[in-house]
């Protein structure tokens, strides 16, 4: 079944993992061997050839040139080529999203999800393309007009993690695309295989349009996200994983005054009041905090329960937990797969251990599955008191519940962590949500009021605040980081005043 599907895909055993376009994969390049493990088995799919520094180099050039002539091309034009990208894509969705199931172990409709939200961004984008709009600004000068107007930025360089291994790519390549930028990507070495069979796709959809270096691709690892950092034809690094290496890379592209739009880590929060509709905050809670194994930087960390509800709504929880099917993702009941390989399951079984240490209670979980693969059970884990691995992001499905007695408490504790990403309160008293979504309520970026921290659409901005580190991708005016803003002002009378009332007479 898997072998049919490498093939459809136009993936092979052993692949290059570095390319230009259509007709520009290179052949033999020279960096290290990523071998692709299915983390429900534990056993290797493929084998993908990294690129070497040389490689990235070459590719960059490429992208230098091919953004000289796709940001001289209208807007409308790019948004075009991108809806070829999209349509190729809905061609290819089912294989895709298989693809997304073996590799990274999400279940099957996660996998077709995925994809689906490549769709969705070429959707976007391509009517974006159409509304890249600057405002018109009024001159205190008489006979003078003020507007601003966006360009397109340069070559952008796109990191991107292995949990959402090609929905975030199209965040920022069907965005950049339109905004008249090139792109190299450098995919996450533990999902290379869906980043290929992508690249494939695009290159299908782009073939005939000459525009060799524009979508480019470069598999590898830390040396090339470290390359990129530092390289000054990137005017900008969109970088989507862990804070560790969102703080290994913002200094360096700071220290050349590049930008640097980072989606990194979240320790989410939800809290539950006593006046919420406890049945869907249950339902909300356990996708949240399962789905995905626990592995989206939106992922559900941290219960907070109002006192007068916690122990009911825990016993529900907990058994809802022991009822939830974990296994083999490409199963139709299955709603929790593998975790992405061992260093994730030691994390996961280390934390679980501290917490216990800490005077955490496993109310259900804590355990690896005895079966081949990187499998375990949901955790949940009632914290007594001070719990502080609990403001420690583990990838992996542990939830950590606590009480509050008063909004306050509970708003003090959901904010107490470093990272500001996704957070949600369940109530259906009106004051209680608005608090939560005003000035002195959540601190994240996304702020839900009775829906769960993770599935965001793509027609909002996407991002966090403090360690998640502030970049927005996606929908909204997300658009505005890809591009550069000039201000125009045109003289159209006959004398030369100046702003302020300056004079200057010669
Ligand atoms: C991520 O985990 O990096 O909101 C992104 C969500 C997804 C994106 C998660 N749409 O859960």
Redesign the pocket.
């Known amino acids: 079944m898997f072998d049919d599907l490498l093939q459809r895909l136009g993936l092979k055993d052993r692949h290059p993992g570095v390319c230009s376009g259509p007709g520009g994969w290179v052949g033999r390049p020279g960096g290290e061997e990523i071998t692709s493990i299915n983390p429900s088995t534990g056993v290797p799919i493929a084998t993908v050839v990294g690129g070497s520094i040389g490689d990235y180099d070459a590719l960059v050039d490429r992208a230098v040139d091919a953004f000289k002539r796709w940001r001289t091309l209208p807007a409308p034009h790019r948004g075009e080529v991108v809806r070829r990208i999209g349509q190729a894509l809905r061609e290819h969705k089912e294989d895709l999203g298989l693809l997304v199931t073996l590799e990274v172990g999400k279940i099957r409709s996660e996998g077709l999800g995925e994809v689906q939200?490549m769709i969705d961004m070429a959707d976007f984008a391509v009517g974006l393309s159409r509304q890249l709009y600057g405002l018109t600004i009024a001159s205190e000068r008489p006979g003078h007009r003020m507007f601003e107007q966006w360009h397109p930025l340069g070559p952008v360089g796109i990191i991107s993690?292995f949990?959402?291994p090609v929905?975030?790519w199209s965040w920022n390549a069907m965005v950049a695309g339109v905004c008249g930028d090139s792109m190299v990507w450098k995919p996450s070495p533990l999902a290379p295989l869906t980043s290929l069979a992508v690249q494939h796709v695009v290159n299908r959809a782009v073939e005939g349009t000459g525009l060799d270096g524009l979508f480019g691709l470069c598999v590898g690892g830390t040396e090339i996200g470290r390359r990129m950092a530092g390289d000054d034809r990137l005017p900008l690094v969109s970088a989507?994983g862990s804070v560790a290496m969102g703080k290994a890379i913002a200094p360096v592209v700071a220290s050349r005054l590049g930008r640097a739009l980072l989606?990194l880590g979240g320790n989410n929060g939800i809290i539950v009041s006593p006046k919420a509709n406890l049945d869907l905050a249950l339902r909300a809670v356990a996708f949240a905090a399962v789905g995905t194994a626990g592995q989206?930087?939106?992922t559900l960390r941290r219960l907070i329960l109002h006192e007068s509800i916690a122990d009911g709504f825990l016993d529900r929880l907990a058994a809802a937990y022991r009822s939830l099917p974990v296994g083999d993702p490409w199963e139709d009941d299955v709603l929790v797969g593998p975790l992405i390989g061992e260093q994730a399951v030691e994390g996961m079984l280390a934390a679980v251990d501290r917490a216990k240490g800490q005077g955490g209670e496993v109310l259900c979980g804590g355990r690896r599955l005895d079966r081949p693969g990187f499998f375990v059970e949901p955790t949940l884990i009632r914290a007594r008191g001070d719990l502080p691995i609990s403001r420690t992001e583990t990838f992996a499905p542990i939830l950590y519940a606590t009480t509050y007695a008063d909004l306050d408490e509970a708003l003090a504790l959901h904010n107490s962590v470093a990272e500001g990403l996704s957070s949600a309160i369940f109530t259906d008293d009106l004051r209680e949500a608005e608090r939560f979504l005003s000035p002195e309520g959540s601190d994240c970026g996304i702020a839900n009021v009775n829906i769960g921290t993770?599935?965001?659409e793509i027609g909002g901005a996407?991002g966090g605040e403090k360690d998640t580190g502030g970049g927005r991708e996606a929908g909204s005016d997300s658009w505005k980081a890809y591009m550069r803003r000039q201000t125009c002002t045109v003289n159209y009378g006959g004398s030369l005043p100046l702003a302020q009332g300056v004079r200057f007479d010669i």
């Open positions: 939200e993690a949990n959402f929905a975030v989507t989606e989206r930087c939106t993770s599935g965001a996407f």
